[in-house]
Antibody, heavy 118, light 109 residues
Framework: ELQLVESGGGLVQPGESLRLSCAAS????????MSWVRQAPGKGLEWVSY????????YYADFVKGRFTISRDNAKNSLYLQMNSLRADDTAVYYC???????????WGQGTLVTVSS | EIVLTQSPGTLSLSPGERAILSCRAS???????LAWYQQKPGQAPRLLIY???SRAAGIPDRFSGSGSGPDFTLTISRLEPEDFAVYYC??????????FGPGTRVDIK
């Protein structure tokens, strides 16, 4: 069974860092591009970052450029999001998602909540 | 940056009725890169439609997608109780950006 399981969320203060992880199972992780998508409380979906299969290409939404870094370890079937200089408006549930061939998000994890507050 | 607008914001319908949801892009979008998602409270989104009109695995045939840039439509032919949820459209463009629409909530009337 295909599974994406996020972890690493929690409560941090503004300016602090957090590293999210996403453990993939049930499919060939290394042949799929992956993304992070977030959802602030009561709000809509917002794409955060994308990484290609081998990790050679990475793209970011403007609001996280220079602060967040996406990475992956295909040997560990894992996706990561290093989040630095966190702000209150980064508060959201962060989902990892598998990217399909037509740039759709065809599988999602259950999400991990990041709360940035003093 | 392409902006997606969804209408209406909320659709109040009864089970058995047809739902027609609209997604309009601020500029032409490749229909190949247009998708629709369903999200229920407390759950992750679920892919319904990709490539504007192809149903994802396990999606009932009462869900259908149509359209071409910039106007796309998600139709639910006969609403079932489990279909009351929020629906998002999403596109990918050549600037390597993914964009979601603000969502349409389908409520029970």
């Amino acid at each position: 069974e295909l599974q994406l399981v996020e972890s690493g969320g929690g409560l941090v203060q503004p300016g602090e860092s957090l590293r999210l992880s996403c453990a993939a199972s049930g499919f060939s992780f290394s042949i799929y591009s992956m993304s992070w998508v977030r959802q602030a409380p009561g709000k809509g979906l917002e794409w955060v970052s994308y990484i290609t299969t081998g990790g050679s290409a990475k793209y970011y939404a403007d609001f996280v450029k220079g602060r967040f870094t996406i990475s992956r370890d295909n040997a560990k079937n894992s996706l990561y999001l290093q989040m630095n200089s966190l702000r209150a408006d980064d508060t959201a549930v962060y989902y990892c998602a598998r990217v399909g061939g037509l740039y759709d998000f065809n599988s999602w994890g259950q999400g991990t909540l990041v709360t940035v507050s003093s | 940056e392409i902006v997606l607008t969804q209408s209406p914001g909320t659709l109040s319908l009864s089970p058995g009725e047809r739902a027609i949801l609209s997604c309009r892009a601020s500029q032409s979008v490749s229909r190949t890169h247009l998708a629709w998602y369903q999200q229920k409270p407390g759950q992750a989104p679920r892919l319904l439609i990709y490539g504007a009109s192809s149903r994802a695995a396990g999606i009932p045939d009462r869900f259908s997608g149509s359209g071409s840039g910039p106007d796309f439509t998600l139709t639910i032919s006969r609403l079932e109780p489990e279909d009351f949820a929020v629906y998002y459209c999403q596109q990918y463009d050549s600037s390597r950006l993914f964009t979601f629409g603000p969502g349409t909530r389908v409520d029970i009337k």
